[in-house]
Structure formats: C-alpha cells, structure tokens
C-alpha cells in the first residue's frame, strides 16, 4: 500500500514563498513520475509540476519561472514556490504514477496567499 504525505501549506502574503513536501511510503524511484497538482474551489484540478525517475522536470506555464520541483531523498519531492500570487491559492496535491501508472494521491495541503 503506498502512502504519500503532503505538508507545508499555509497563509503567505502575495509575493512571498513556501516550500511543500510530499512524503513517499516508498522509494520514488519505484514510481516512473511524481507530481504536483492543485485544486482551486469551483476549478478544475490543474498540473503545476513534474519529476520523473530521471529526474526531467516540466511546469504549467503559469508557475515556471516561479515553482521548483525537486528531490533530496529517496522517498521526498519538494515544491519551492516563489513570487507567490493569490491566483496561486488552492489545495495542492501529490499524485505518484508507479510503472503500470497506476496513480497514488495524496490528501492534499492548503496554500492560501492574501494579503
């Protein structure tokens, strides 16, 4: 059974930053991607980012620039959220694909970005 975690959510005001982390029950390097998604109220759930085995990264293009996806453990993938925008705020999820791609999802964490 695969857990994933997030956590780091929280009230930023506009322009500051965050870092969310998203905890694996299991080598990442057992799944062929991870990603970022979010879900704003009343939206439809919206890829932000991705890594894979590889470690090749890609972003939506209202993030790049500002968001930075990464790994500094086997089982841990990071979102660095910079230049943060209150268009940004929404639930932030992350999703593990495994090598049938079946996909994982985590519970989610808040982001809130007002002033």
């Known amino acids: 059974q695969v857990q994933l975690v997030e956590s780091g959510g929280g009230l930023v005001q506009p322009g500051g930053s965050l870092r969310l982390s998203c905890a694996a029950s299991?080598?990442?390097?057992?799944?062929?991607?991870i990603h970022w998604y979010r879900q704003a109220p009343g939206k439809q759930r919206e890829l932000v980012a991705s890594?894979?085995?590889?470690?090749?990264t890609n972003y939506a293009d209202s993030v790049k620039g500002r968001f930075t996806i990464s790994r500094d453990n086997a089982k841990t993938v990071y979102l660095q959220m910079n230049s943060l925008k209150p268009e940004d705020t929404a639930v932030y999820y992350c999703?593990?694909?495994?090598?049938?791609?079946?996909?994982?999802w985590g519970q989610g964490t808040q982001v809130t970005v007002s002033s």
């Open positions: 890594i894979t085995r590889g470690d090749s």
């Open positions: 299991r080598s990442l390097f057992s799944f062929n991607a």
């Open positions: 999703k593990a694909d495994d090598s049938t791609w079946t996909s994982y």
